[in-house]
């Protein structure tokens, strides 16, 4: 991993991401900050547990991964460390580190399985992700974005590559909380661990 990209990773903040402007499994980004606050809470598991399923359910569907998901990453990355942390005497955030190292288990195969099919080189820099170019547009219009899911090159080949291996990146830069994780997550932290 490149310097850049490391301190690009470990500085984002939520409202450097413009996501409105990134596409999910099922429309855009836009409710991200609000799901992913939330979670940073870790104060309430119904609320927890249905912002958890949109964000997981909007990052991930049947092994594609979106424009959204390693932005969706890098913010998990930093709850999962603050869950672990809190795990033995917060019981939400003790749910939340087990379910948060289970989805990272599934983002990672979605990462392998992919790069072991022929694919382009990831844009050279994750910022890149965010170039005006690959952006959709400003207004949120349902029937506009579904005729561009009709083109042929709905993402250039690099930019949907780049939405696996940042990903990957992503946890990749958290790698130190996952080998410091509390004894009894040491299997699921383990199991994420060998998939990077």
Not at 54 to 66: A, G, R
Not at 73 to 80: A, K, Q, S, T
Not at 121 to 144: A, H, I, M, R, V
Request: aromatic residues 14%; contains cysteine; hydrophobic residues 40%.
């Amino acid at each position: 991993m490149t310097e850049e990209n490391r301190t690009y990773i470990t500085q984002l903040n939520v409202t450097d991401v413009p996501w409105h402007r990134l596409t999910t499994s099922y429309g855009r980004g836009t409710e991200f900050p609000a799901h992913l606050a939330v979670l940073e809470q870790m104060c309430d598991l119904a609320s927890v547990k249905e912002s958890l399923y949109e964000l997981t359910t909007n990052m991930e569907h049947q092994s594609t991964l979106w424009h959204a998901t390693p932005f969706g990453m890098v913010f998990l990355n930093r709850i999962l460390e603050k869950a672990l942390a809190d795990s033995g005497q917060n019981p939400v955030a003790h749910f939340l580190a087990g379910e948060l190292l289970d989805f990272f288990d599934c983002i990672l195969q979605c990462f392998h399985d992919g790069d072991k099919m022929e694919h382009a080189s990831p844009l050279p820099c994750f910022s890149d992700l965010l170039k005006e170019e690959y952006l959709w547009s400003e207004e949120y219009d349902e029937e506009e974005d579904e005729m561009r899911y009709e083109e042929d090159e709905v993402f250039p080949d690099d930019l949907f590559y780049s939405f696996y291996y940042y990903s990957w990146q992503a946890v990749l830069a958290y790698r130190d909380v996952l080998e410091q994780a509390p004894a009894e997550f040491s299997g699921p932290a383990a199991a994420v661990l060998k998939l990077l």
